[in-house]
T-cell receptor, first 116, second 107 residues
C-alpha cells in the first residue's frame, strides 16, 4: 500500500442518478477526510472519520450526501439525486492521529464527477 | 470558525527568482500547518508539515515558517524552476484550506 487510492477516477452521470465513490486510505491511518474541489478553489471540507466514527460534517453537506467508514478502513461517499452543482472533484485524504494532534495529510488523486 | 487566506492568488516570475507565498489564518489554536502543491487535474502533494511548536521546516529549496501569534505562515521557494509551476495550498486544523496561489515560473 503506497498511498491513498480513489475509485472511480472519473464518473459521468445524468442528473437525478445516485453515485458512490470509494476511498482506500493508507493502511495504518486512523483518520479519513472527504473534500470537494471546484475549479480555481481550494478543497472544501465535507466530513471526516476517526476510525469508523464520523466526527464532523460540514454544514454545507446536504442530506443528499452520506459517507460511511464501516470497519474503519475504506470509506464510501454517496450522492443521491445528483444535481449539476454537484459536478466537482471529490478528494479523499488520510492521516495518522497521535493523541489528538492530526499528522501529515496524504491525498488521493481524486474522483471527478460530471453531472449532465 | 477558521478562515484561511492565501495571497497572492496568482504569481508569475522568471526562472531563478526567489519567491514568497503567504498564508494567514484567523484561529491560532492550530495543531499544525501543512503546505501542498497541486498540479492541474491532480490530487494534492504534501510539501511541508510544521507542528504548532515549530517555527520553520525546510525541504530542499523550500522553507516554510509559522508564526502562530500573528496567524501567518510563509512558503519560501529558492531559485524557482519551471517545474515549480503549480497551485500551492496551505491547510490548518482541522485541515481547512485556503484557495491557493497559482504560481507560474517562466523559462
Amino acid at each position: 500500500d503506497t498511498g491513498v487510492s480513489q475509485d472511480p477516477r472519473h464518473k459521468i452521470t445524468k442528473r437525478g442518478q445516485n453515485v458512490t465513490f470509494r476511498c482506500d486510505p493508507i493502511s495504518e491511518h486512523n483518520r479519513l477526510y472527504w473534500y470537494r474541489q471546484t475549479l480555481g478553489q481550494g478543497p472544501e471540507f465535507l466530513t471526516y472519520f476517526q476510525n469508523e466514527a464520523q466526527l464532523e460534517k460540514s454544514r454545507l453537506l446536504s442530506d443528499r450526501f452520506s459517507a460511511e467508514r464501516p470497519k474503519g478502513s475504506f470509506s464510501t461517499l454517496e450522492i443521491q439525486r445528483t444535481e449539476q452543482g454537484d459536478s466537482a472533484m471529490y478528494l479523499c485524504a488520510s492521516s495518522l492521529v497521535h493523541l489528538v494532534a492530526p499528522g501529515e495529510l496524504f491525498f488521493g488523486e481524486g474522483s471527478r464527477l460530471t453531472v449532465l | 470558525k477558521q478562515e484561511v487566506t492565501q495571497i497572492p492568488a496568482a504569481l508569475s516570475v522568471p526562472e531563478g527568482e526567489n519567491l514568497v507565498l503567504n498564508c494567514s489564518f484567523t484561529d491560532s489554536a492550530i495543531y499544525n500547518l501543512q503546505w501542498f502543491r497541486q498540479d492541474p487535474g491532480k490530487g494534492l502533494t504534501s510539501l511541508l508539515l510544521i507542528q504548532s511548536s515549530q517555527r520553520e521546516q525546510t525541504s530542499g529549496r523550500l522553507n516554510a515558517s509559522l508564526d502562530k501569534s500573528s496567524g501567518r505562515s510563509t512558503l519560501y521557494i529558492a531559485a524557482s524552476q519551471p517545474g515549480d509551476s503549480a497551485t500551492y495550498l496551505c491547510a490548518v486544523r482541522d485541515m481547512r484550506f485556503g484557495a491557493g496561489t497559482r504560481l507560474t515560473v517562466k523559462p
